[in-house]
T-cell receptor
């Protein structure tokens, strides 16, 4: 089992550009979570999916952010247009059941200049 | 919403020492996890422990849900234990977890 796989590991982009972050779930997991970590705000839940359906997107900061889960094993988080305040580490995590907890990916460090 | 407070915020230990990290939460919860974020940023799930006690090697955790706190014990600490320890809590019927601000641990050789 390769764990939760995120790509890219690092992304540097210019303000105004579109950014797409990718996440591959662990096989058999049916819940997917996107988190953002910053020094100021800590770990914040952006959105979570259960069985490919978005359940709660109340943490998505604004309309510039969107997330999709086109199939049971893959998700994307898109920021368009990106802004310097979007700079953070973005994690995805998956779970196969609430009693088993989360498994996090290694994160994507996004820098918007 | 639920407030999650962790203490102490920072902790420095000599290798071999024991420590106790605390997580207090402001409302009833049905789910609780402890995570370790290592110096490279990787978040590792340590325990899923909504109640009771669990042990895994040198680590153990206890949650007293009725009193709204959880403790993480680290015995015979090693330099590889350094990093930030997070407590995350969630309520019934949801996978949504609220993370505490963490305890930053540094173990000196």
């Amino acid at each position: 089992d390769a764990g939760v796989i995120q790509s890219p590991r690092h992304e540097v982009t210019e303000m105004g550009q579109e950014v797409t972050l990718r996440c591959k779930l662990i096989s058999g997991h049916n819940s997917l979570f996107w988190y953002r970590q910053t020094m100021m705000r800590g770990l914040e839940l952006l959105i979570y999916f259960n069985n490919n359906v978005p359940i709660d997107d109340s943490g998505m900061p604004e309309d510039r952010f969107s997330a999709k889960m086109p199939n049971a094993s893959f998700s994307t988080l898109k920021i368009q247009p990106s802004e310097p305040r979007d700079s953070a580490v973005y994690f995805c995590a998956s779970s196969s059941g609430i009693t088993l907890g989360y498994t996090f990916g290694s994160g994507t460090r996004l820098t918007v200049v | 919403g639920i407030q999650v407070e962790q203490s102490p915020p920072d902790l420095i230990l000599q290798e071999g020492a024991n420590s106790t990290l605390r997580c207090n939460f402001s409302d009833s919860v049905n789910n609780l996890q402890w995570f370790h974020q290592n110096p490279w940023g990787q978040l590792i799930n340590l325990f899923y422990i909504p109640s009771g006690t669990k042990q895994n090697g040198r680590l153990s955790a206890t949650t007293v849900a009725t009193e709204r706190y959880s403790l993480l014990y680290i015995s015979s600490s090693q330099t590889t234990d350094s990093g930030v320890y997070f407590c995350a809590v969630g309520t019934s019927g949801t996978y949504k977890y609220i993370f505490g601000t963490g305890t930053r641990l540094k173990v000196l050789a």
